[in-house]
């Protein structure tokens, strides 16, 4: 299957897009009651535990060349285990999914579609999403890449223009709440970071497998940036008390971004392509959804699923009535459900590699 | 009511269970970029047999060694006659070698194969058959020189009765000679060969290209006739390396097809999967290259997947970086494979004029092309559903233009475009005399009227006018006739969800376009995966030509390097250069 | 019976079709079923009751000229307890849906921010049509008056006409655009307290001279309002409204409104009259630009001591033949002038904003928090009512550059 191999810059994107869905939607509110400054000292701490951690996975994924976590749980307990490791990751991409998607849906319709109903904006994004997996994966990763790569010089133009309204006396206090404060609310939004759950299943997918390494660690360090200048725009431009009031921070500092006479209400670009992100993000989801489904079940190929899991989310999204239940749903038990999984991925791996070294000695 | 629930049951199982489909995938592998190999790579050229210099006099060593080097027995154009040659009455082994469509073949009938073949006056003369001998004086005895008979001097002087000849003695000249359109003569028992001048091909009796118009380039077209679209390849490439092969297609028409590229540049792969897919037809008959493309192409979706021209030296571009050209008997257009989407956007004359020039025409045919997909889509979508994008003093001017307009907006957008493609269409058939005229003046009357009478908005009539001269501004037909038709699902889109419905067109457009391939390689390439876009010849923006050095790499030719690191070489001063 | 079928199944095909249709109802949200508001007023009714007038933008109605050649605009006003509400109520009267996507100006009535609209602000936030950079105007006379007597007298297009008119500011000095963004953040904020420009009608009875200033310093001491100006009634925009917890709790004139530009950096450019050095009956007048603004608060014994260093340069205007501006001793006594004039009015004016307001309108709680490393001992401090005993300094330096064209040695 030499169609599905992926290079280099295609799974950097891959990891990519889901930091820029993660700005969308709304960076954690945890991060956002500071001043700039010290929210990105909290960020740069939380990224240097996230390496640490990649590193520490790196290692462990180096005895397993080319298998993802599925695999490695076949290996160590059996069908079984496999089995429960797999249903745990459908869970979890699928509560992502129905979240973002709930929760553009409901800003699309405030902003924009005032009588449309929720369930026909979904619809659009459910069409797009089961056309896109039906015609193959190397489309996805293709269209993914051209996608994060635009959306990425939309937003820098969007950060760069946004300088004009800086006011560079909201880095002060330097600390914010104190040391204590900053670093321990930090420490949970790991999940910010939340390509840590991409990492355990792309693995098999890559053509080069020494790339996986080197993605791993680029794809932070990007991330990172992402989420620091980010933060740092909009800390800068509005005071916190301004953000952490407000639903959609990325909207607001977009409609403010003007050169002058020349562009002004400019904000329906970025729109647009934080749009055409949403749609790779949900698509690629639903790929990783329906190929881990395939491979616990025996499937010979998953384009039929397609049509059973979309149907799962769109009639899901009637589950969120408003936006305090997401809040909810988001920051109190989706958040801990992730660090469960990715704390028993790495479980997982490590007495893999204990079994696998156990094997090796007896030989 | 059986048959019925039969029905719907199979339209629900085709619709959503998965089939197994055999989809024939054909992929050209992409070459990796080494840079070490490629010095290598470039030695090791494929034709790479040894190279004799000097001619021999054994004919038979020689009718060898030319099959071989003109693959004679591929190649379809490639004449090698033999024949007996009488000279002194005595006959000689000899073979003459041209190529058919280059030569004036009654010049060779009359004044090379009759003087030589046919017995006659001049060649059946003995009388001085007697050896001329010669005393010579030295050391006071005498020897007795006996002058040979030279056969070569004999037939140059004597026998061939032809205004214009050389003798060559390297097959280097010989080559070149008929790669130009002459005729060589190989006699047994000498080492030279006779170079007879009898070009014949056809020039300039072709007409001009009647639909890709440029400004500063050649003004050649190609013609119905195949052999002499090929002798225009011929004339253009100018080396022995091409190949032109030919296959009879349909049953009953058996119409002649032929397959060209150059042997030491073009994949091999590439050229078996055209030559595959050009064999393997189950047609009757096959009258216009516009069938075969149609029969040969990847995928039936409404994206070209051939580029299709009627210029010969967009095809002598092509060819030089890797490509196969097809030429169809009785068709003016050629198509040539694979084709990736920059190429339909790119117009011959890029690459004669400055990289400046045509990188300014570029852009301005990149933003045509987003105007014809998604102008009317767009505007509908802004007036509708974001109205807070618009300046206010042109939201007020289109809200006071549109009070008295009766229709909702897409209606009249709709009765819009329907006009301007009869229009369009109606401008094709109209008779000579008041063709143009029509045109120009029937839409201008038409969008005056309607916007008097009330039917539609001025801004309207505006929209539709630059969709429609975009949609002309794109250099290949095929995509403007995609977009035009894409143009209609963009703008019921826009009506229906505003930028959600066209940001849904725009990933599906997309995806698409990822997902499709031309004869094995990526639509989307040399940008994903990522080639060499940087300096080969094939990109979107023109680059200088100094820095055209290497030919595309996912065609994956076997001749990496187009010209050298420094193409330029007078500008080294001359310091340098020792 | 296969055709019958056939039509059937095409029938049913479509009207699922067009039942996935059902959400664009388009119809109501088409271009010209919409009434775009340009200018929106908040005023104070009876008892509890706010007093809403929208001013709309009704497009010329003939389609046959290219261009209109004006728009025209109507008035209507509406009471209602709430602005949310009052939106409804003006949506059952009129014709068409109102959509505030354009809408380029709020105005308050004076008399409704002496009472408080921190909340209406916050309404105003929360709805997504309002852009936030529509301008906030406090205006001496009622909202509906002022609206109605907002005609464009040199130009026909009346949002440009806002667009316009509250960007002038730039090249007087008399007043500084405020956005409905910038007022929310500084309302939220607590660094500095939130401003808006102050307008009011022109009318004959409301020209006043305050008798106890120089006639020098006339020119810029008036507010909206009462300039001498004569023409017919229209409105004028000068001078700027201070408030404090979302309170009006005073207006500046406008030579008040210049110094506020200078402490705050936004100054682009201005004119003042300066007694004339050489002869005492005359004045000189001068165009300033502003260089650089350096504030620096530093604490003793717990009130805050403030001082601020300008640096200006200044151009003659003033140009006749018995001035003597062209030798360089002139100069500088006329730049000492102009220092010291400077000086004298920053000065007031801060110690207006720190005595008779308590409203930071200058900022310089910013310079403050930079002292502060965690947020709460910046709460524990409580600038804003530490501000009433701060001391300033002020020095000015002035760069003359002579005059413009003309000059007499």
Redesign the interface.
Known sequence: MVAKKICFAEAIALIIILVINRIILGIPKSLLVNSAFSATLTIIFVSIITILIILFINKLFKRFIASDILDISEFLAGNLLKKIVGILYILLFLGISILCLSYICDVLKSIYFEDADKLFLALFFIIGIVIVNRMGFSSIIKSNLIIVILTTIVMIVMFVLSIQLFVPERLFPLLGFGIKENSFAGLTDVFAFSGLTYIMLIFPFFKDTQDFYKTNIISTILVTIYLAISTLCLLLVFPNSVISESIFNMYILARLTDLGAFLQNTDFIYLLFWILSIFSYLSINMFFITNIFKKITNLKNRTAVVYAFSLIIFVSILLINNITSYNFLLNNVYKYYMIAVIVLSIIILILANIKKKKNSNKT | MNN?KNKILSFLDNL???K?TNKY?F?L?EKESCEVNTQKKDEMDISKQTDYEDIFPNININLEYMQIKYNALINSDVVIREFNLIAKNNEYKAFLIYLDGMVDSNMINDFILKPLMLRNSANTYIKDNQNKSITIVKNNYGIKKVKKFNLEEYIFNSLVPQNSIKKYTKFKDAISDINSGNCILFVDTISTVFSLEVKGFKARSIGEPSNEIIVRGSQEAFVEVIRTNTSILRRLVNNENLIIENIDVGKISKTKVAVCYLNNIANEDLVYEVKYRINNLDIDTLISSGQLEQLIQDDSSIFPQLISTERPDKAVNYLFEGRVVVIVNGSPYILIAPGVLVDYLSSPEDLNLKHQYSNILKLIRLIAYFFALLLPGLYIA????????I???L??????????VPF??IFEIIIMELSFELIREAGLRVPSPIGPTIGIVGALILGEAAV?A?IV??ILIIIVAITGISSFAIPDFSLSFTLRLLRFVFLILG??????????G???Y??????LKSFGV?Y?SPY???SNFTNSTTSFFTKPIWKREKRPSFLNPKKDNEEGKISMLWKKSKKEKE | MNILKKTISIILISILILLTLTGCKYENNSIENQAYVIALGIDKGKENLLKLSFQFATPSSDSTSSSSSGSETTTTTVECSSISSGFNLMNSYISKKLNLSHCKVIIFSEELASIGIAEEIQTLINKIQIRPEASIIISKCSASDFIENAKPNLMSLIAKYYEIIVTSGKYTGYYYNSTLENFYSSLEEGLIEPTAMLGGINVENLHYIDKNINYIDIDSSYVAGTSLVEDENLIQLMGTAVFKDGKLVGELNGQETISHLIITNKLEQCIINIPDPFSSDNLISVSITLNNTKNKVEFVNNSPFITVDTSVEAYILTYSDASNYGTEEALKIIEKYINSYLATHISSYLYKTAKDYNSDIAGFGKKVISKYTNINKWNESNWSENYKNAFFHVNVSTDLEGSTLMINN
Do not use: K, W
Not at chain 2, 382 to 389: K, M, V
Not at chain 2, 495 to 504: E, T
């Open positions: 019925f959503f269970i998965y197994e995938d992929f592998p802004i007036t509708t559903y974001h109205q807070e994008l300046p206010t003093e939201l007020l001017a289109i809200a006071s233009s549109r009070e008295t909702p907006l008097s009330g908005s001025p009506a229906v969800g505003g930028f959600l419905g066209i940001a849904l725009i990933f599906v997309l995806c698409f376009i990822s997902n990526p989307t994903i995966p990522n």
